[in-house]
């Protein structure tokens, strides 16, 4: 009972600062969309889309300080950016570029606005695909999900990230955030698993952290194996 109470209070607290972050940018991110009215979204990933719940940008922050890699060294990558919210937060971070992608046009009409609204830099953009053949960047990833799909569709997207993964040279940092379909990514044997610790000890980690092999010697050659920014 007292857990359920406490996660009540933290759900709130969570969408009074979703709330304020909205009002500090200009921006409508925080109204949910459920998938039945994804109704712009081709019927396959429709079926297999969660709704739309905007993301934390406290868990962001917590996800790249802890990921142990420079995101200086990274291009930004929000699979299922929905209304784009956490690319806006992505860009308080020197990441190199930032990029939604975003399948259903009603909430990637929503995304480019709100990108207008916040006069995100030029390192910010989002497009209107599908995470299965959406144009990737040639660069090292960093992969941000916020469980934007789940079943055949994570599969092939897992799989596509798997390839991308396995190119000689290339650094590859996946956070999944939700983590449902955690263990689809590392059936793949391309990725190291690292589950980023709560700060609730009672509750199991939501967000796990896959390295392919590049991106996991930069997170070892970081003695402390997290991020502090210089300022």
Same mark, same amino acid.
């Given at each position: 009972?007292?857990?359920?109470?406490?996660?009540?209070?933290?759900?709130?607290?969570?969408?009074?600062?979703?709330?304020?972050?909205?009002?500090?940018?200009?921006?409508?991110?925080?109204?949910?969309?459920?998938?039945?009215?994804?109704?712009?979204?081709?019927?396959?990933?429709?079926?297999?889309?969660?709704?739309?719940?905007?993301?934390?940008?406290?868990?962001?922050?917590?996800?790249?300080?802890?990921?142990?890699?420079?995101?200086?060294?990274?291009?930004?990558?929000?699979?299922?950016?929905?209304?784009?919210?956490?690319?806006?937060?992505?860009?308080?971070?020197?990441?190199?570029?930032?990029?939604?992608?975003?399948?259903?046009?009603?909430?990637?009409?929503?995304?480019?606005?709100?990108?207008?609204? *916040?006069?995100?830099? &030029?390192?910010?953009?989002?497009?209107?695909?599908? +995470?299965?053949? $959406? %144009?990737?960047? =040639?660069?090292? !990833?960093?992969?941000?999900?916020?469980?934007?799909?789940?079943?055949?569709?994570?599969?092939?997207?897992?799989?596509?990230? *798997?390839?991308?993964? &396995?190119?000689?040279?290339?650094?590859?940092?996946? +956070?999944?955030? $939700? %983590?449902?379909? =955690?263990?689809? !990514?590392?059936?793949?044997?391309?990725?190291?698993?690292?589950?980023?610790?709560?700060?609730?000890?009672?509750?199991?980690?939501?967000?796990?952290?896959?390295?392919?092999?590049?991106?996991?010697?930069?997170?070892?050659?970081?003695?402390?194996?997290?991020?502090?920014?210089?300022?």
């Amino acid at each position: 009972m007292g857990q359920t109470i406490i996660d009540r209070l933290l759900s709130g607290l969570r969408r009074r600062r979703g709330e304020r972050f909205d009002r500090r940018h200009g921006i409508e991110t925080s109204k949910l969309v459920k998938r039945d009215a994804l109704t712009g979204m081709d019927e396959e990933l429709r079926e297999h889309a969660g709704d739309y719940v905007p993301g934390n940008p406290a868990v962001l922050k917590r996800i790249v300080r802890k990921s142990g890699v420079d995101p200086a060294a990274f291009t930004f990558v929000d699979l299922g950016c929905g209304k784009g919210r956490m690319l806006i937060a992505a860009s308080e971070y020197p990441f190199r570029a930032i990029l939604g992608i975003e399948a259903d046009p009603d909430l990637f009409a929503v995304a480019e606005r709100n990108m207008v609204s *916040a006069q995100a830099s &030029g390192r910010v953009s989002v497009v209107h695909q599908d +995470a299965r053949t $959406a %144009d990737l960047p =040639a660069a090292d !990833l960093f992969i941000y999900m916020y469980s934007p799909f789940r079943g055949p569709i994570f599969e092939q997207v897992a799989e596509r990230l *798997a390839d991308l993964a &396995g190119e000689p040279g290339r650094a590859v940092v996946i +956070a999944y955030s $939700a %983590d449902w379909e =955690a263990d689809i !990514l590392e059936r793949t044997g391309r990725f190291v698993r690292i589950p980023m610790r709560r700060r609730q000890f009672w509750a199991p980690s939501t967000v796990s952290f896959f390295y392919n092999a590049p991106a996991d010697r930069m997170r070892r050659s970081n003695h402390q194996g997290v991020f502090r920014p210089s300022t």
